[in-house]
DNA sequence: CTAGGGTTAG
């Protein structure tokens, strides 16, 4: 309870203080203490006027001759003196002090050193240089002194010296306890030592210490950060009785190796009866996540379900969260429905609400709310740009997005990452300039990585143009980052301009470098279960009762009007061969099974790990309006809502 | 005589 009560001003410290003068020093404290208890009350409270503080210090030390201190509050001067330390937020005030440690000899006790290193090294002082020094002023560090040392290192911006220190504590004959390691596990994690890590395990192993909940769950975090999923796994099936937070970790272990329905089904697993585990806020942020990259949206209305009967709805990081989960399934009015209802919003929030307008198409509502943010005192930062700038490249408005560019950097300081880069080259691709993209990543400061040449050779392929095409694929081989979606996207440049023979090449290429493609997969949610379909799946229980779904949307949206586009997705294959292909692409599936398994009306919601195609693209158009569905579909960068036969997105057409 | 450790937002 008393862990927060802070002294109202910090007390003063003499200049050369002695340890005669200790005692007088200790009165102050005391007294400064029964000062702000508030029992037994004042009669007059010195403190009660702001900026006063000046002032009420001058009182306190006319008052102390008068003022009696209590006999049983008296303290050593020893303790007192740890207490001043504690107080301490400013390294000139440790200076004093550890003089006259130094002088008193202070320095062997090690309760005093451990608590003037904690201060040194820790926030908010923070000064590892100078913990550094005092630290190896102790003639014989213990393991308490060791492990804040560890425990600086690990923060700074040198971690690996964390895992030093551990070694070193070993050389000197201590035996590190769960602690250290921990600390040094830490490190580990920062600097992504495996090896390091391993070593550590090891030692905990001999050590015995494998009992110890809290550094099985660090061991955990070092796994998954090294994508040694199956190990931390093990760890977490060893931990004899799992609180929340052991849970939490695993839940991250998922979500960090990809593996987000996993993630999502330990929701209920923790809470069955074998575990009965309740989950807590930060378990609901996890699932939020989970939500938002699998476009689960029932399931993320239970979270927030739960968020609200366990009072954690009103969490400022869970609303950040919820309204990214919303609008990254598509259900924009909820995300905003959040958002209105947040009392104190910050940049990320308002940043958060931009991207999702910015994702789902809305790019005058994005530039309205960062022009509102602005007028309510909430400073832009890097992210939030991104969001605007995605928001112009999203809805094509070149000059708006060209000027945000401009003024990022002019008016708001924030030099462009390459994000920033990644939207304008988007933009300006899509636009048509796909000249001035390519100078402008040709000009940038930073090293353009793999996505921003995969941006424009996207722009390459709307516009056709082959040239440009190939100068981009080379860059991406020469940064050996050419995946197989960038050798398709170079095929299909080719085959959009009816060029055979350079097709035939890079099949040929594709075939040598045994480049394999990702496969198309979508996934639509139904009552809270995802599922999830690739092009030509005979995986699912109901793929009979899809496919003759299938079938017959294509024969109805042949009636319609809906022709397959063989024209810009052509394979060197036979007409029908095509029309095989394209018409069981994974998107396609899931839809039939919307309309299968859903009640007439009800919105189809699909998600997408590639590009929609433009046949896919095509269908979903003729679909909404023949069907009378609404349909919004997730892919790999934005949500295209299909109504009435029309798609927000001007993509195709 | 007591001290210190784990998950988490756009």
Redesign the pocket.
């Known amino acids: 309870m008393n862990k927060n009560r802070t002294w109202c001003f910090p007390p003063v410290i003499p200049r050369h203080l002695h340890i005669s003068q200790t005692r007088s020093f200790a009165a102050t404290l005391v007294e400064h203490r029964t000062l702000h208890n508030p029992q037994p009350p004042q009669h007059h409270h010195p403190f009660q006027i702001d900026g006063s503080k000046l002032e009420s210090q001058k009182n306190h030390h006319n008052q102390r001759e008068n003022r009696s201190i209590p006999f049983s509050q008296a303290q050593s001067p020893r303790q007192l003196l740890i207490s001043l330390i504690k107080s301490t937020t400013q390294k000139t005030h440790l200076l004093p002090i550890h003089a006259h440690i130094l002088r008193t000899s202070l320095i062997q006790d090690?309760?005093v050193s451990?608590?003037f290193l904690?201060r040194a090294a820790l926030s908010p002082v923070r000064d590892l240089g100078y913990s550094r020094l005092f630290f190896s002023q102790i003639p014989e560090p213990?393991?308490?002194q060791y492990?804040?040392m560890i425990?600086a290192y690990s923060m700074s911006d040198s971690p690996e010296e964390g895992v030093y220190m551990y070694r070193e504590m070993r050389r000197r004959g201590l035996c590190p306890?769960?602690?250290?390691?921990?600390?040094a596990l830490?490190s580990c994690i920062r600097v992504s030592s495996l090896e390091g890590g391993i070593q550590v395990h090891g030692r905990v192993l001999r050590d015995g210490?494998q009992s110890?909940?809290?550094?099985?769950?660090?061991l955990m975090?070092l796994y998954s950060c090294c994508e040694r999923f199956p190990e931390a796994r093990k760890l977490f099936d060893d931990i004899p009785r799992k609180?929340?937070?052991?849970w939490?970790?695993l839940i991250?272990c998922f979500l960090?190796n990809k593996r987000t329905r996993d993630a999502i089904s330990l929701f209920d697993i923790m809470q069955s009866e074998t575990y009965a585990c309740e989950p807590?806020?930060?378990?609901c942020?996890?699932m939020l996540?989970a939500c938002?990259n699998l476009n689960a949206l029932e399931f993320g209305e239970r979270v927030h379900g739960y968020m609200e009967e366990h009072g954690y709805s009103g969490a400022?990081?869970?609303c950040?969260?919820l309204?990214?989960m919303y609008s990254?399934c598509g259900s924009l009015d909820k995300a905003y429905g959040v958002f209105k209802g947040m009392r104190d919003k910050?940049?990320?929030?308002?940043?958060?609400m931009i991207?999702g307008f910015a994702i789902n198409g809305y790019g005058r509502e994005a530039i309205d709310a960062f022009e509102e943010m602005q007028r309510m005192g909430v400073q832009?930062?890097?992210?939030?740009f991104t969001?605007v700038l995605s928001a112009c490249s999203h809805c094509g408005l070149v000059d708006e997005g060209m000027m945000f560019f401009d003024r990022m950097s002019k008016d708001f300081r924030i030099e462009p990452n390459i994000h920033h880069y990644g939207c304008v080259v988007d933009l300006l691709g899509r636009a048509g300039m796909l000249d001035r993209a390519y100078q402008l990543i040709l000009s940038m400061n930073i090293k353009p990585d793999s996505t921003i040449w995969r941006t424009l050779l996207g722009a390459c392929k709307i516009h056709g143009n082959v040239n440009l095409g190939e100068r981009v694929v080379g860059h991406l081989i020469e940064l050996k980052a050419a995946e197989a979606g960038d050798y398709v996207l170079l095929l299909n440049i080719y085959s959009s301009v009816g060029n055979w023979e350079k097709v035939k090449e890079v099949r040929k290429l594709m075939k040598e470098k045994a480049i394999q493609t990702t496969p198309g997969c979508s996934t639509i949610e139904l009552k809270g279960i995802v599922h999830e379909f690739v092009s030509d799946d005979v995986s699912h229980q109901r793929k009979d009762e899809v496919y003759m779904m299938l079938d017959e949307i294509n024969s109805q949206l042949k009636i319609a009007g809906y022709e397959v586009e063989i024209s810009s997705e052509l394979h060197n294959l036979g007409a029908e061969e095509k029309e095989y292909v394209l018409s069981y692409h994974s998107e396609k599936l899931a839809i039939a099974f919307g309309i299968l398994a859903t009640p007439p009306g009800t919105t189809i919601r699909v998600a997408k790990n590639l590009r929609i195609c433009v046949d896919c693209h095509n269908f979903a158009k003729v679909l909404s309006w023949a069907y009378n569905r609404e349909v919004i579909i997730r892919d790999r960068t934005r949500f295209h809502h299909f109504r009435d036969g029309h798609c927000s997105c001007n993509d195709y057409w």
């Not at 110890?212 to 660090?218: A, E, G, K, W």
Request: hydrophobic share 35%; glycine share 2%; net charge negative.
């Open positions: 090690h309760s451990l608590q904690s213990n393991v308490l492990n804040t425990r306890d769960p602690v250290s390691s921990s600390f830490r210490h110890d909940s809290l550094l099985m769950t660090t975090d609180d929340t937070v052991a939490n970790v991250s960090r807590d806020d930060v378990t942020l996890l996540q938002a400022r990081n869970l950040n969260t309204i990214s990254r910050n940049v990320i929030s308002w940043s958060a991207s832009p930062d890097a992210q939030t969001g």
